[in-house]
């Protein structure tokens, strides 16, 4: 296992990027963030920079104007780079899936590497995709 692999599992840096949803799955990001939810007791925290980051969290059904930026921003990560899809949005564009401007689901443009389901997922249903993610790459050691 590469040491970047490593050291995402003790303290995953995670970057938040809408693609362009309603901003209910957002909202429960941040709300993982707060002291309540409390995601950096478990290693986690929100990076500033893509550069800086270690797990893309991706929210919304993606569109002809986002996608484009979508590519260039995961380019810029650091690999190995893990990204998790939250919502039904990202997931499958959710309720925007007949829509003209969402011709392709995210994983046609991101290699996704866990799905955390909900419109939106709860924090706590966050917090255990991102356990399960650590625990997939554990397992791939
Ligand atoms: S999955 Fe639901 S809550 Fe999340 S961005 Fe889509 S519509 Fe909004």
Redesign the pocket.
Known sequence: MSGKLRALLKSPWVFHLSTG?????DIEILDCLTPRFDIERFGMVLAGSIKHADVLLV???GNRKSMERVKRIYQQMPKPALVVAI???AMSR??FIHSYNCPVPIDKVLPIDIYIPG??PKPEAIIAGIVKLITKVKGKK
């Open positions: 949803s309603c901003n209910n799955c929210t919304g059904s919502g039904e949005c959710g309720m419109c939106p």
